[in-house]
């Protein structure tokens, strides 16, 4: 078996164990939050929903390279095998139960939009103890693993731009999130990280 096949074979079997990890948990908060009378509202983020474009182009890249690595490969660029296999490592063994904890701490409570649900809560339970958003950190570490075992620029590049979508909008998420929960959620900035964890 050659190298590139398995990378291929590697970056397949980390997509399929992290989003058999985190559908279910969506495909769950979405119904639960249907029956509990939610209506999200998607154009509370402006400009930014452009920004989502990337987010869909970055999906038929990663489908691509899994069906047909010679689709993408005018974007692959050099890197060594050892860095591949880390992120490949990362992706397998590190990111899934990562992404196990983190759904399964806010439970119903998350959503693909700026807006709330109806009933939110405020975790401050499992990773969220440390890190207020680490459904990003788990986003960031995800496009970076895959775009870092396909060795391809423009999975990094369509990476960025949902990294740079996700920070330009954390403003407004933060901004309801303490229109909700008032001084809870600004002693819980004090003592949390955005995305790792605070030193000290």
């Not at 970056?11 to 979405?30: C, D, E, H, M, Y």
């Not at 990337?54 to 860095?83: C, K, R, S, T």
């Not at 391809?152 to 303490?178: D, F, G, Q």
Request: with cysteine.
């Amino acid at each position: 078996m050659n190298s590139e096949l398995g990378f291929r074979i590697a970056f397949t079997v980390a997509f399929f164990l992290n989003i058999g990890i985190l559908l279910p948990f969506r495909i769950k908060s979405q119904t639960e939050g249907k029956k509990s009378g939610d209506r999200l509202d998607r154009t509370k983020e402006g400009p930014l929903l452009i920004l989502r474009i990337p987010g869909l182009v970055l999906w038929l890249v990663v489908i691509a390279y899994m069906l047909n690595p010679d689709w993408v490969a005018f974007a692959q660029f050099g890197l060594p095998e050892w860095a591949r296999w880390m992120a490949a490592g990362v992706a397998i063994i590190a990111l899934p139960p990562f992404a196990y904890w983190t759904m399964s701490s806010i439970g119903k409570n998350i959503t693909d939009t700026v807006d709330i649900r109806h009933e939110h809560q405020l975790v401050t339970h499992g990773p969220y103890r440390w890190i207020r958003h680490p459904f990003y950190t788990l986003g960031f570490g995800i496009c970076l693993a895959f775009s870092l075992i396909a060795a391809n620029w423009l999975l990094l590049i369509l990476s960025a731009l949902v990294v740079l979508y996700l920070n330009l909008r954390l403003p407004k998420e933060e901004a309801m999130l303490i229109e909700t929960f008032g001084d809870q959620y600004r002693e819980y900035m004090q003592r949390t990280g955005k995305f790792l964890p605070k030193l000290g």
